[in-house]
């Protein structure tokens, strides 16, 4: 197989498996269809603009009429094809082109990738089948057949797909993750935790998201609200919005005076632990006795490459260091660093407030009265303040002036 057909499998092999699986089930933890590896529809995959890939399809198709028995850019052809969502005509190209090179076991895979976003999963399945029988070590063929199984309702099939995967790439996130899943169906709690740690680590936003259920209810791990909130924390990083809702109802749970006491202190407990793990990965600063904003140091080292994102980890972990921190940077910036009037802090102190931190909404208040990168809104910084101890609110009205 030439170094192009390769490259361009590949690049439809990650697109395809989880796009147009994407659409025959919906999502769910049990959903081994649903990938990081691609995700929206068939129409961001690789253009940013339709004319682009016409121009692309046009260039292709006069190659193909001057070089009718080049498979290698009628694959092409049909990798450009899917990307518009001409499903048919891509399949054709396919065929056109095993039919030149009926032993190219690359070509049996695109073909039965493009079957799959067309979901023919049958014919899929035969596609990816005789791919695996023409280059058994094609490891993307048996993770293609892995979706395909499980589509069939073949769940057993499916597993052994990717277990056979795993054997070729051992390191391949999104075949972990999908593993997990289907073991997770099968009662086989424990050994889908290990696989969700490994996709998890290899930065699947799912597989954080669902090993954070998992330390939140103890399902085949030991229960552990502080790492449940760290892989929360890691999903919400890559813009897993459930892990972040998750997150927020710890912050409000933690926060709220309809909450017991005990439950309360076992939140806040588990905030301190995330908190504290963030200096795990910092083994050259020396850890202080007492909890300490870790941001706060670096800043002081001014590490601002590390501090920055390690202040916004604790500001959500509902830090007061560092929210402090955190409000003299939004005004002042950190050369070339950070801006001042930063969004990302701002939405930071937006997030925490709403779920009831106090320090946030006198941040808020601040920013809002004073008009601090955003126009002066005075309503709006004393909407802050309800809820508020009256001692507090009347300090930070003495301060800006709002009486």
């Given at each position: 197989m030439r170094p192009r057909s390769i490259l361009l499998v590949l690049t439809v092999a990650a697109t395809v498996c989880s796009s147009s699986l994407a659409r025959s089930h919906s999502p769910s933890e049990h959903?081994?269809?649903?990938?990081?590896?691609?995700?929206?529809?068939?129409?961001?995959?690789?253009f940013n603009e339709p004319a682009d890939a016409m121009t692309e399809i046009a260039s292709l198709r006069r190659t193909v009429r001057l070089l009718p028995n080049d498979p290698d850019y009628r694959l092409q052809l049909a990798g450009a094809l899917l990307r518009v969502g001409d499903l048919d005509a891509a399949v054709e190209e396919c065929r056109a082109a095993i039919t030149l090179q009926p032993d190219d076991g690359n070509a049996h895979l695109q073909l039965g990738l493009m079957l799959m976003a067309k979901q023919e999963w049958r014919a899929a399945a035969s596609a990816l089948g005789e791919a695996i029988r023409l280059e058994p070590d094609l490891s993307h063929a048996h993770y293609s057949l892995g979706s395909v199984q499980y589509s069939l309702g073949n769940v057993t099939a499916a597993v052994e797909s990717y277990r056979r995967t795993l054997e070729l790439r051992p390191l391949f996130p999104d075949a972990h993750y999908r593993l997990a899943l289907l073991l997770r169906v099968t009662g086989r709690t424990r050994e889908a935790a290990q696989h969700l740690e490994t996709a998890a680590a290899g930065g699947v936003p799912q597989a954080r998201l669902f090993l954070g259920n998992a330390y939140q209810t103890g399902q085949g791990v030991e229960k552990n609200l502080g790492l449940a909130i760290f892989w929360w924390m890691q999903a919400a990083d890559l813009g897993q919005q459930t892990a972040a809702n998750s997150l927020s109802k710890v912050r409000r749970q933690a926060l709220s005076s309809e909450s017991t006491k005990q439950?309360?202190?076992?939140?806040?407990?588990?905030?301190?632990?995330?908190r504290?793990?963030?200096?795990?990965?910092?083994?050259?600063?020396?850890?202080?006795?007492?909890?300490?904003?870790?941001?706060?140091?670096?800043?002081?080292?001014?590490?601002?490459?590390?501090?920055?994102?390690?202040?916004?980890?604790e500001c959500f972990a509902l830090s007061e260091e560092a929210h402090a921190e955190l409000a003299t940077l939004y005004e002042a910036g950190w050369d070339q660093y950070l801006k001042p009037f930063d969004k990302t802090i701002l939405s930071c102190f937006e997030s925490t407030s709403a779920d009831g931190f106090t320090p946030a909404k006198k941040i808020l208040t601040r920013i809002y009265a004073k008009g601090l990168g955003l126009e002066t809104n005075i309503p709006k910084a004393k909407a802050f303040l309800k809820g508020l101890p009256k001692q507090d609110t009347q300090s930070l009205f003495d301060e800006l002036g709002l009486n």
């Open positions: 959903n081994p269809s649903e990938s990081s590896e691609a995700s929206g529809s068939i129409s961001g995959l690789g439950r309360r202190v076992e939140l806040q407990s588990a905030l301190q632990i995330y504290n793990t963030l200096w795990n990965d910092f083994p050259d600063i020396s850890r202080p006795s007492e909890p300490q904003s870790l941001g706060k140091v670096l800043r002081e080292q001014n590490r601002a490459e590390d501090a920055i994102p390690i202040l916004l980890r």
